[in-house]
């Protein structure tokens, strides 16, 4: 009996395509992306053959970090659009045979929740409890000199309560108490109602922080986290079919197994070893280091590797908190087409859920912030004095945010050559990458050799072999600085992928494993029937074969 692709969950089937809803499609003039623009962009999105979209939170918000700090779990940001219109977004994308998988944003709510509110007038409030409160040190100092990630102090001090509340992140961003259990209630009973409008999963941000003792100032995967998702599991998950994926930047290959392993109570780990390598031990992003082509296969090789027999993989280079891959690991000059098709054959070809970070599939590209008054991220704002007084300098700094920063991602979607990219009929909340009028959607879809058509090609590809699904990982050729080798088997059937990862032509010798006549399935370059002996690939090649 064959094995046929319908025996493996959906998820695993599918490729994945974030949105970041301000930045996608705005459909009424006023700048901001929104729900009915996305709906009008969703044919695009099913001829690129995506299964699902990660929405980036569409929730109430102040949007002080852009929807990431939510004032209300059960509305639509009224920019965004309503209830109904989500309820639309849902049904046009499952006509497509799209699932919309929502952004859960649960380690802290928005500053302006009613539940915030309540608990920050008065320690009687049953939602006082709701947050995480401790009294300060003597001398007006707060609890601790933990430094929240957004910068400054992850503590606030509220006169009315006289009690500070904590915020890992900004101070609009409280931190909830996930020891509460009627805390946990609420967001079990949140969930469900999503679910019951027809979603089709979670993405679940900065998921281990859940589990944090406040106390023994442990946050990063703190002891009760896989306690608390099990729980979640039990209460909300089990027996649905639902897509879950956790995100965490402190989750390793040690840890790994305790979110999917088997059983574990997600799918799969945003995980981010790979992009840490580009970070300082010290500045983090803000001083950028270079990354080789020989480190980054190496660190996606053990992550294969290690997920090969229990776990499943989320394969991304790109999201709203990370450079565009072209700019980081690509070249967005003269070879931007070119290297974005190596990469994106790369990952597409690896073992696990792809996903897309829109304008990935054409190869959008970071922008140049010549000074801070060009950068919008709160992130960049709130870290700058930090930096500057743990003796950072400024250059490097604009170096961090130029290759590193959370806005190459947020720019416009670059949908034609018209005013603002085609993206809104009004002012943009953010100027688009003045790259667009030569590198847009209808430029590049018109193009049979263009991005789009690379992508589409794989995403056809993952539905037509079920191998590209289940098939298992091998590396060949580990210590070749340049060019990534890899099999993916099943059964009699064999993937060989070679990808040169630079600009220069590479030679190498094809490994016993991958030898052999075989049927191309992708050439970015000369057409290839076979693998042998002594091979050369011209910069930024990309070759797939399949045997049997
Ligand atoms: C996650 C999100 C990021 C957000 C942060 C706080 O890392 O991806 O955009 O700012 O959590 O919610």
């Not at 002080?64 to 209830?83: P, Q």
């Not at 400054?152 to 915020?167: E, I, Q």
């Not at 969930?191 to 979603?199: H, T």
């Not at 023994?216 to 027996?239: I, K, N, S, T």
Request: charged share 20%; net charge negative.
């Amino acid at each position: 009996m064959t094995a046929t692709l319908s025996d493996l969950p959906w998820w695993k089937r599918a490729t994945g395509y974030q949105i970041y809803p301000r930045s996608f499609m705005d459909s009424d003039g006023d700048g901001v992306g929104d729900i009915p623009g996305i709906v009008s962009r969703l044919d695009h999105l099913a001829d690129l053959g995506v299964g699902f979209i990660w929405l980036s939170p569409v929730y109430a918000s102040p949007q002080r970090d852009n929807g990431y700090d939510i004032s209300d779990y059960r509305a639509i940001h009224s920019e965004y659009g309503t209830l109904d219109e989500f309820d639309r977004l849902v049904a046009e994308a499952r006509d497509r045979g799209i699932g919309i998988v929502m952004d859960l944003v649960v380690n802290h709510s928005s500053s302006d929740h009613a539940w915030f509110q309540a608990a920050a007038a008065s320690r009687d409030a049953p939602e006082h409890d709701y947050y995480v409160w401790r009294q300060g040190r003597p001398g007006g100092l707060p609890p601790t000199d933990r430094q929240a990630i957004f910068g400054g102090p992850a503590w606030t001090y509220v006169g009315a309560v006289d009690a500070w509340y904590l915020h890992l992140f900004s101070p609009g961003q409280p931190d909830l108490n996930w020891d509460n259990p009627a805390l946990r209630a609420e967001i079990w009973d949140m969930m469900r109602w999503w679910i019951d409008r027809g979603i089709a999963g979670f993405r679940m941000d900065v998921i281990d922080l859940i589990g944090k003792d406040v106390d023994a100032g442990h946050f990063d995967e703190g002891p009760h986290v896989w306690d608390r998702l099990d729980e979640m599991h039990a209460q909300v998950l089990a027996g649905r079919d639902l897509l879950t994926v956790g995100e965490s930047w402190a989750v390793s290959r040690e840890t790994v197994g305790n979110y999917i392993g088997k059983p574990g109570p997600l799918a799969m780990m945003f995980h981010f070893d790979h992009v840490k390598l580009g970070w300082d031990d010290t500045f983090h992003k803000f001083r950028p280091r270079e990354v080789t082509p020989l480190m980054l296969k190496r660190e996606i090789i053990a992550w294969q590797t290690h997920l090969r027999d229990d776990g499943w993989d989320a394969l991304f280079l790109s999201n709203h908190d990370l450079p565009r891959q072209v700019s980081r690991y690509g070249d967005d000059g003269a070879d931007r087409v070119a290297s974005a098709k190596a990469l994106a054959t790369m990952l597409h070809l690896l073992r696990g859920t792809p996903f897309i970070y829109q304008g990935e599939e054409i190869g959008m590209t970071n922008f140049h912030a010549a000074s801070l008054s060009d950068v919008a991220d709160l992130e960049v704002h709130g870290q700058y004095d930090g930096m500057m007084a743990a003796g950072l300098d400024h250059a490097t700094f604009m170096d961090g945010v130029n290759l590193n920063g959370r806005d190459h991602a947020r720019t416009p979607m670059q949908w034609d050559a018209s005013a603002s990219a085609g993206f809104t009929d009004g002012v943009p909340w953010m100027t688009p990458n003045p790259n667009y009028p030569g590198l847009n959607v209808a430029r590049d879809r018109a193009d049979p050799d263009g991005l789009f058509a690379h992508y589409r090609a794989l995403t056809q590809l993952r539905r037509a072999h079920p191998l590209i699904v289940e098939g298992g990982f091998q590396a060949h050729l580990e210590d070749h600085p340049a060019v990534f080798a890899f099999t993916r088997g099943h059964r009699e059937k064999r993937l060989s992928v070679l990808v040169n990862l630079t600009g220069q032509p590479q030679s190498l010798t094809v490994p016993d494993a991958m030898c052999g006549a075989g049927k191309p399935l992708v050439c970015t370059h000369d057409t290839r029937h076979g693998l042998q002996g002594d091979v050369r690939l011209a910069p930024w090649e990309a070759v797939a074969l399949l045997r049997g």
